[in-house]
């Protein structure tokens, strides 16, 4: 059925932000699934890969009925199916699983600024898609013992209510902090878990970058998620909590890159903006105003991190300009 309405502004931003990612999404799966060494791994990657593909001609269909002209987004050339193996020991779905929950948040978003039937509908599609894959990487990764649970704790009997503001100082006259309630540790927990996976990531793109301003970027990438991860685990530490670790995702000694600077830039552009949002979303659930302080020195931090990143891609000539409001 003919639809009755022209795209909107806010839905051709939403679709040109959704070819980038996609495209993007299907040359690191490209790369994946060329040295995965694992078959039921491979399956589930080419499984993703054929779905986003279908997705990306729904999209060139799109854009050409609507008289618009296709993104360039990410081809062929911005992948090296021939260079070696950068990381070992289950990456590929650690990295597969994190593009899903970044998927997530993008749907949400694109979603809630959508009014035509046939787009809802297709960003109700890829939210299924999305969905389904993270529930599949996720029991592959615990099946491998490469993802570790949360911490267990002792189920509550009672139903008890804050009286007392010092709750939220965190802190009792001797200086004592309380101890982290189930929310908030699960806040801390996202943060570790998506931050060892990051610096995983920043490691292999520092040492195969080719361009030498793109090297210290992501090295000081790593850095700071090496920051985040020391001062949040310490926080857990203090709470007689260990931090959780996994022991996959090792980088090789490869320096030849698999992706394209650019690619890897807008990796880690996606990535700054997902850990914003999940930051910024999260803190509402922090009480103790020593974590709401934490999160937001690590928030600015990666705020900044990530403007400087789409400076050096502006810089290069990197990052495609969105469609003008031209009314």
């Known amino acids: 059925m003919a639809n009755k309405h022209e795209m909107s502004s806010a839905e051709l931003g939403a679709l040109w932000m959704t070819y980038h990612k996609k495209t993007m999404i299907l040359r690191i799966l490209e790369y994946f699934i060329e040295k995965a060494d694992n078959e ?19 999209l060139d269909s799109m854009f050409e009925n609507e008289g618009a002209i296709t993104p360039k987004g990410f081809t062929k050339e911005d992948v090296n199916l021939e260079a070696p193996k950068l990381w070992e020991y289950g990456f590929d779905i650690m990295f597969s699983r994190i593009l899903k ?12 600024i959508a009014f035509r039937e046939d787009i809802i509908d297709f960003y109700k599609e890829n939210t299924n898609i999305t969905e389904t894959y993270y529930n599949l990487f996720t029991q592959y990764l615990l099946d491998k013992s490469l993802l570790p649970r949360p911490t267990y704790v002792t189920m509550p009997d009672t139903v008890d209510f804050i009286t007392d503001k010092q ?6 006259i001797l200086g004592h ?4 309630n189930t929310v908030e540790f699960g806040v801390l927990y996202r943060s570790i878990e998506s931050n060892i996976t990051g610096m995983h990531l920043m490691k292999g793109f520092s040492q195969c ?15 700071l998620s090496k920051e985040i991860l020391n001062e949040s685990g310490d926080i857990l530490l203090q709470n007689n909590i260990q931090a959780p670790a996994t022991p996959g995702g090792i980088v090789t000694n490869s320096t030849t890159a698999p992706f394209s600077d650019k690619l890897m830039m807008f990796c880690n552009y996606l990535l700054g903006g997902f850990s914003l949002g999940g930051q910024g979303f999260g803190a509402s659930f922090l009480w103790r105003n020593d974590l709401i302080l934490k999160t937001g020195v690590h928030a600015k931090d990666v705020f900044e991190y990530t403007r400087e990143g789409l400076v050096l891609m502006m810089s290069k000539g990197w990052i495609e300009e969105p469609p003008k409001m031209n009314l």
């Open 101 to 112: 929950e970044i998927s997530t948040g993008m749907y949400a978003l694109h979603l809630a």
């Open 177 to 180: 902090k309380r101890g982290l």
């Open 209 to 223: 970058a080719e361009d030498k301003e793109v090297r210290a970027y992501f090295t000081k990438g790593l850095e």
């Open 167 to 172: 709750y939220m100082k965190g802190t009792n």
């Open 40 to 58: 039921e791994a491979k399956r589930l990657m080419a499984g993703l890969w054929k779905e986003i593909d279908q997705k990306v001609t729904e």
